[in-house]
């Protein structure tokens, strides 16, 4: 059994991967504080307990992590638990894979596993937009060239810096509502932030698509990609689990 961990700003993702299947995932929120490695032994523990699993049965462990100041402790975590080293995910962990930014080492390794999963999964030449604590945008060649990327504050952060920052708005759920022209305070927000990014996630891929000159896949994956509705149908693909999957491809190899 492989397990696989992406390690984001918000939340830690553990998917069991066995058999070309994904047999359990979950969801954790990102801990910080000096009780990160307890917490997480806990909730490992409990999990692989829960559903029948023995820890000597995960023989491949595979993180990326765009959290840096946890990773030392997160190791020693998985080492305690598991009994052995994960291989963590760097820029340049991918066979075959080019990278063409100023610095390949920025680039955050959720990206890099997006562009992985959507050559090596769906064979094309894609855009992949991730729902996630930002919104990204990874363009990549079907021959494993990632050309850029695009990030925009995700859905999540842009709602949280009107309530944050604002004296008389209210915390509001990322929905779409029904209609562009607000009623209330709640339906105004939503409607501003909801429908004004599916304007920009169009426009974005738009442009990559006319600098990149030929067709592609459009993905989406990321924790709120169902979120816009009149999106669903713009993209090729909805895959949750590509993340995830990238990483664990880059895993194998090792």
Same mark, same amino acid.
């Given at each position: 059994?492989?397990?696989?961990?992406?390690?984001?700003?918000?939340?830690?993702?553990?998917?069991?991967?066995?058999?070309?299947?994904?047999?359990?995932?979950?969801?954790?929120?990102?801990?910080?504080?000096?009780?990160?490695?307890?917490?997480?032994?806990?909730?490992?523990?409990?999990?692989?307990?829960?559903?029948?699993?023995?820890?000597?049965?995960?023989?491949?462990?595979?993180?990326?992590?765009?959290?840096?100041?946890?990773?030392?402790?997160?190791?020693?975590?998985?080492?305690?638990?598991?009994?052995?080293?994960?291989?963590?995910?760097?820029?340049?962990?991918?066979?075959?894979?080019?990278?063409?930014?100023?610095?390949?080492?920025?680039?955050?390794?959720?990206?890099?596993?997006?562009?992985? +999963?959507?050559?090596? !999964? #769906?064979? %094309?030449? /894609?855009?992949?937009?991730?729902?996630?604590?930002? =919104?990204?945008? $990874? @363009?990549?060649?079907?021959?494993?060239?990632?050309?850029?990327?695009?990030?925009?504050?995700?859905?999540?952060? +842009?709602?949280?810096? !009107? #309530?944050? %920052?604002? /004296?008389q708005l209210p915390e509001?759920?990322?929905? =779409?509502?029904? $209609? @562009?022209?607000?009623?209330?305070?709640?339906?105004?927000?939503?409607?501003?932030?909801?429908?004004?990014?599916?304007?920009?996630?169009?426009?974005?891929? %738009?442009?990559?698509?006319?600098?990149?000159?030929?067709?592609?896949?459009?993905?989406?994956?990321?924790?709120?990609?169902?979120?816009?509705?009149?999106?669903?149908?713009?993209?090729?693909?909805?895959?949750?689990?590509?993340?995830?999957?990238?990483?664990?491809?880059?895993?194998?190899?090792v």
């Open positions: 059994m492989h397990l696989v961990i992406d390690i984001g700003n918000s939340n830690v993702v553990f998917g069991i991967h066995h058999d070309d299947v994904w047999i359990h995932s979950w969801r954790l929120a990102t801990i910080k504080t000096y009780e990160m490695k307890m917490y997480y032994q806990k909730r490992l523990i409990h999990f692989t307990l829960e559903n029948k699993i023995t820890l000597s049965e995960i023989d491949k462990i595979t993180i990326s992590s765009v959290v840096p100041q946890i990773n030392t402790d997160f190791i020693e975590l998985i080492e305690e638990v598991f009994g052995k080293t994960p291989h963590v995910v760097a820029y340049d962990s991918m066979q075959g894979l080019s990278i063409k930014i100023d610095n390949p080492s920025e680039m955050g390794t959720d990206l890099i596993a997006n562009a992985v +999963a959507a050559v090596q !999964l #769906y064979h %094309d030449h /894609a855009i992949v937009v991730d729902f996630g604590t930002a =919104l990204t945008f $990874t @363009a990549v060649a079907k021959d494993m060239t990632i050309y850029g990327v695009a990030i925009a504050p995700g859905l999540y952060t +842009a709602l949280k810096s !009107l #309530y944050g %920052d604002t /004296a509001v759920a990322p929905k =779409l509502p029904d $209609t @562009a022209i607000g009623k209330n305070t709640t339906h105004a927000i939503q409607s501003g932030i909801c429908w004004g990014y599916t304007g920009l996630i169009k426009a974005v891929v %738009d442009r990559m698509k006319a600098e990149m000159d030929h067709d592609c896949q459009l993905i989406a994956t990321g924790g709120l990609s169902s979120v816009l509705g009149p999106l669903h149908d713009y993209f090729d693909v909805m895959d949750k689990d590509l993340t995830l999957m990238g990483i664990k491809i880059i895993g194998d190899q």
